[in-house]
Structure formats: C-alpha cells, structure tokens
C-alpha cells in the first residue's frame, strides 16, 4: 500500500479545512497559554479565603476542632468568631468559649465548589475536622 500524499487524500477542500481547523486551535490554544479569555475575566478570578483554625472544648469533655473559612476581605474578628459561635450551636455546644484563644488565623487559600457557594450566601463556610460529632 502506497503512502498517498495529503492532496490526493482530502483534495484542497480537505487542505484548507485541517489548515483554519490548525490555525484556530493555536490560536485558542495560545490565548489561553497567555491569559487571555472571551469569558469575563471577573468570573475567572476564585474567591480568596481566609482560613481560621478553631479548638474550643465541648460540653462533654474533648475538644472541637474546625476551621472557619470566610472571604479574605473579611477582618471583622467578632464577625468571624460569631460565626463560629452559629455552627457551635448547630451542634448542641452554644455558649461554648470562642475567642482569639480558640479561633487563630491560619492562612488564605483559594475557594472553590460548595465553599465559593456558601460564603457567597451565608459569608462562611466550616470545615469539620476533630470531634465534631
């Protein structure tokens, strides 16, 4: 079987189709590469969030840990701690302590899914870690 050349495979129709197909996928290809998109670029950016590391004691012996994750514009300490002091009586542990001793900055890492969602919505988001049955 004879290697035939691409001409008298696809024709020149074929040619100029896989030629703009190439052309068009560098050209996608390359703006991507670069950061360049047609998509708004304020929806390409991801919510950055601070992560807040929590221990507080239950009521029954043992420690709670969580992190309270919230948009990393938010400063307001008694905001964040408010927060924290919500899912604590979601648990049944209200009135438990939460402060600066329990609750220490972590650091900030991008959000994503549920958790973009949910600071959107509420302003937090709690990841379980320890002893939060």
């Not at 390359?30 to 601070?50: H, P, R, T, Y």
């Not at 964040?80 to 650091?107: M, N, V, W």
């Amino acid at each position: 079987m004879k290697n035939k050349g691409f001409f008298k495979k696809f024709g020149m129709a074929g040619f100029a189709f896989f030629t703009l197909k190439g052309l068009l996928w560098l050209a996608v290809g390359g703006a991507a590469l670069f950061g360049f998109s047609s998509k708004n670029s304020s929806k390409m950016e991801q919510l950055k969030v601070s992560v807040y590391d929590t221990y507080v004691p239950k009521k029954q012996g043992g420690v709670m840990h969580f992190d309270i994750l919230v948009a990393s514009t938010e400063k307001d300490l008694q905001k964040i701690h408010g927060y924290g002091k919500e899912y604590l009586k979601s648990k049944g542990q209200d009135g438990q302590p939460l402060t600066a001793k329990e609750c220490r900055f972590c650091h900030i890492e991008n959000a994503k899914g549920a958790v973009e969602d949910s600071i959107t919505a509420k302003g937090y988001y709690i990841i379980e870690m320890e002893g939060c049955d």
